[in-house]
């Protein structure tokens, strides 16, 4: 949408080398101005070299990143000047109000001006979109984390249990009360040895 002018889109083609796959970064986590991400390295069990590698260069297009790439687009830049304007209002008020007051500023200032008066409504609607977007993303990884934490207690507490019935030197009462795992589950435990 943004990119649909012709002539936007070929200074964006422009300002990066064209041989390369390109990610273009405006996310809210700190990233370098510019990195890899390979393929290969989504694969958890990958043995050898891949027969296939794809390498994406990112681009950290957040505002005061990549000035180089900024300043051979404009309108990217503009761009990022309008997010970093959103994320600073919504950390002080309702999204929906920061969003509409930094399309208003940027309209006000020559910011996107053009783009944003012909496409005010719709940018509304997709910014508030794209930010609940992420903030969902982030509260998920939160939760997988949490549970991967938790499945890891739990793990080390059953490894632990299972020590202490090898040594036979501890009731199945004093291996639950240490270790966490319910009697039960050290019955079965010992059963299982």
Same mark, same amino acid.
């Given at each position: 949408?943004?990119? +649909?002018? =012709?002539?936007?889109?070929? +200074?964006? &083609?422009?300002? $990066?080398? %064209? @041989?390369?796959?390109?990610?273009? !970064?405006?996310? +809210?986590?700190?990233?370098?101005? =510019?990195? #890899?991400?390979?393929?290969? @390295? ?12 794809? *390498?994406?260069? $990112? ?19 503009? !761009?990022? %000047? !309008? $997010?970093?304007?959103?994320?600073? &209002?919504? +950390? ?8 509409? =007051?930094?399309?208003?500023?940027? *309209?006000? #200032? ?16 997709? /910014? ?8 969902? #993303? ?6 997988? &984390?949490? !549970? ?22 501890? /009731? ?9 795992? /319910?009697?039960?589950? *050290? ?5 299982? %040895?």
């Amino acid at each position: 949408m943004l990119f +649909s002018d =012709r002539k936007n889109l070929l +200074s964006l &083609y422009n300002a $990066v080398n %064209q @041989s390369d796959f390109i990610e273009f !970064y405006n996310g +809210s986590t700190a990233i370098s101005d =510019r990195t #890899e991400l390979r393929l290969s @390295s989504a694969f958890e069990h990958l043995s050898g070299k891949p027969k296939l590698e794809l *390498i994406v260069t $990112v681009l950290n297009v957040n505002e005061g990143h990549n000035a180089e790439l900024m300043q051979h687009c404009s309108m990217l830049k503009e !761009y990022a %000047q !309008y $997010v970093a304007r959103v994320r600073h &209002y919504a +950390s002080d008020m309702p999204l929906n109000q920061a969003v509409k =007051r930094a399309v208003d500023e940027c *309209i006000r #200032e020559g910011i996107l001006a053009e783009f944003l008066a012909r496409n005010r409504n719709e940018v509304i609607s997709m /910014s508030i979109f794209e930010y609940d977007k992420e903030l969902e #993303e982030k509260k998920l990884r939160k939760a997988e &984390y949490e !549970y991967g934490f938790a499945e890891g207690e739990k793990h080390a507490a059953i490894e632990t249990a299972k020590r202490m019935l090898k040594t036979n030197n501890f /009731s199945l009462e004093e291996i639950a009360a240490f270790s966490g795992v /319910s009697l039960d589950d *050290i019955k079965i435990l010992k059963a299982n %040895q």
